[in-house]
């Protein structure tokens, strides 16, 4: 009889040790305190002058951030709050219909917070739960043909010019807090110079940029996931020197290599140049320029430079 009443106690108590074990932390308690931020441009963000995008509703025009607002150049808005040990604690999106979008107020318990914003077009993501097997804490753009991908490869679309971050670290103490938010770009700018006349009969140049970025850290924009994406030059012209493309890339993390091709549309290939090592800096223009169909005076291959003016400053230039 003992011996089934010590049997009973025991499991008694691994099912009670048990339950409670599983039960699911609480939630921290206390005295909660309001912060608010106001989302902005920061200082002389700088025109876009890319002409691919401009096809895609990107405006062509320098930010004035004197009289411009965020939704005159974005449609979505993110804010992802993570506490002291890197959980996420909020996650709110505005889109740019709404009546307060640019404005964020919260509540938020005593503590340091890691605070994210991200602003971008409409189809910009930013999935913090890897929702539908997609990446965890990562933006990227989804939902929409790019004509700059493959038909047959599984990537996500390239990143627009008008996608804006900003990190920053906060303590909220035993009071209330308002915060200005200035955001930059969070991608980088390439523009090639081909300084040598497009030779007669070519009908199609393309610069491809095979490993950028196709979804970014939300921490710390490294890349998360990539793609190879393509661009065309528009306007070829025949006889012309110093055309000019401009492409917006996202990896700032690795070094790329750029190859420009120049057919006849079909078989007949004019030029095909790689320039390997490439690097980007975020909300800067990498400058490629050279002579793609002849060696040129100088016998130099392409020319590789940055343009912090982009954000608006001088070019970082590469020559080919």
């Known amino acids: 009889m003992k011996r089934i009443l010590y049997s009973i106690v025991a499991v008694s108590m691994i099912f009670f040790s048990c339950s409670k ?17 106001n989302v902005g441009f920061s200082q002389s963000i700088g025109p876009i002058t890319n002409s691919i995008t401009k096809t895609s509703g990107i405006k062509t025009d320098a930010i004035d951030t004197a009289t411009d607002t965020l939704k005159n150049y974005t449609g979505i808005l ?10 996420i604690v909020r996650n709110i999106s505005q889109k740019a219909a709404d009546a307060d ?12 917070y890691t605070v994210l914003f991200a602003a971008g077009e409409a189809h910009l993501k930013a999935d913090v739960y890897g929702s539908a097997g997609q990446l965890t804490n990562a933006f990227y753009y989804e939902g929409f043909t790019s004509p700059y991908v493959n038909p ?12 804006f ?4 670290s906060i303590t909220v103490g035993n009071s209330n807090a308002n915060y200005s938010v200035n955001l930059d770009r969070m991608v980088a700018q390439l523009e090639v110079v081909v300084q040598d006349a497009i030779p007669a009969g070519a009908k199609d140049l393309t610069i491809y940029v095979p ?7 939300m921490l710390d924009l490294t890349v998360a996931n990539t793609g190879n994406y393509f661009y065309p ?8 020197t110093n055309t000019i493309e401009f492409v917006t890339v996202a990896n700032t993390s690795t070094p790329l290599n750029i190859e420009l091709k120049c057919t006849d549309g079909a078989s007949t290939v004019f030029a095909d140049k790689t320039i390997t090592g490439v690097t980007f800096k975020t909300g800067s223009t990498t400058v490629l320029t050279g002579n793609l169909f002849s060696a040129g005076t100088t016998g130099q291959g392409f020319n590789v430079t940055y343009d912090p003016t982009w954000n608006v400053g001088t ?4 020559h080919f």
């Open 315 to 318: 070019p970082t230039t590469i």
């Open 152 to 163: 047959n490869d599984n990537f996500f679309p390239p990143f627009f010019a008008n996608t």
């Open 211 to 217: 490993g950028d970025a196709s979804a970014l850290a």
């Open 165 to 168: 971050y900003k990190k920053m």
């Open 233 to 240: 030059f528009t306007g070829l012209t025949a006889g012309v």
């Open 101 to 112: 979008y640019g404005t964020i107020t919260d509540q938020l318990l005593p503590g340091t």
């Open 78 to 87: 993110y804010y992802v709050v993570f506490d002291s040990n890197q959980h």
């Open 21 to 37: 074990h599983n039960n699911p932390t609480p939630p921290p308690t206390g005295k909660k305190y309001t912060v608010k931020f």
